[in-house]
């Protein structure tokens, strides 16, 4: 009888195993975005990530065959690039406008794997659908709710100055946007400071520091300088600005942190001093 009874249990939890590893994997559709750039180029992207389940940890691989992604009216939209973006290390920080700081994390974090879909197709207020299909055959249907196109400026980074001081904390600012209907337009709106990190020439890394829109600079400390220069030989910034609903972005170009001190030089004016 014991016997009989530890198959059963046994028998059973092998079933439930075989069920967990043949579960479907859950897909977030992370976003429906428009971006703008300095030199004028823009396009819109579609972003999404799969996890083992719902609120559980990523899938690390390309675990998808195929995608459809249709327009709130139903028309099929033509990708003029996938890809596929294995995550990275990446360093957090944000302005805490109740204390007036900026707060940075200790050390480097992975985020998410994102598929990333452009495409150029106007983009329409509604829900836009994204049909899947896993390497094993099952489906998903996700949506996600693009609110409206958004006319943001973009920050020119001609406007950038910036320095290393003694300390080795580097200061950086540069021109907020100058148009009222930007400021009076009731949209809810903030900025992320990049500095993107690579060794001769390969990406490895970034920090991503988010702030108000009003704060036309940043102050990161030596100790996050030290971190980003032991990733890389080059780094560069560049500023992004977003609608809080994550739908519009603009950026700035990247301008290396070395060619923006040596702007600051140049500007210098010495007049020297007589008896």
């Keep these: 009888m014991k016997k009989n009874l530890f198959l059963i249990v046994t028998l059973i939890m092998i079933f439930v ?80 406008t109740g204390t007036g700081q ?6 480097f974090s992975l985020p998410e794997p994102a598929y990333n879909i452009n495409f150029d197709e106007p983009l ?28 943001l400026p973009t920050i020119s980074s001609n406007s950038f100055r910036g320095y290393e001081d003694a300390s080795g904390n580097f200061i950086l600012t540069w021109d907020l946007p100058l148009d009222l209907g930007f400021w009076t337009s009731g949209l809810s709106t903030s900025f992320r400071v990049i500095i993107e990190v690579s060794m001769n020439g390969s990406f490895t890394g970034d920090l991503w520091v988010s702030q108000p ?16 220069k032991a990733e890389g ?30 702007v600051r030089k140049k500007k210098l004016v010495i007049i020297p001093l007589y008896e």
């Excluded at 329409?124 to 996600?144: F, R, S």
Aim: glycine share 6%.
């Design 17 to 96: 195993s075989s069920d967990a590893a043949l579960a479907a994997y859950h897909v977030d559709f992370d976003m429906i975005q428009h971006r703008k750039f300095e030199n004028g180029n823009e396009f819109n992207r579609a972003s999404f990530s799969v996890k083992e389940y719902a609120g559980g940890p990523y899938v690390m691989s390309d675990v998808i065959k195929t995608f459809t992604l249709y327009d709130p009216d139903g028309k099929e939209i033509s990708p003029t690039r996938v890809v596929f973006d294995p995550t990275w290390k990446a360093l957090y920080g944000n302005f805490v």
């Design 102 to 107: 900026w707060n940075f994390d200790g050390d």
């Design 124 to 151: 329409i207020q509604g829900n836009y659908h994204l049909y899947l299909e896993e390497n094993d055959g099952t489906t998903h249907d996700v949506y996600k709710y693009f609110n409206a196109l958004a006319n």
């Design 213 to 228: 829109t009003v704060l036309g600079l940043i102050i990161v400390p030596s100790s996050v300088m030290q971190k980003l």
């Design 233 to 262: 030989n080059t780094l560069e910034a560049r500023i992004q600005l977003r609608t809080n609903d994550n739908n519009n972005r603009t950026y700035s170009k990247a301008v290396d942190l070395g060619v923006i001190e040596n």
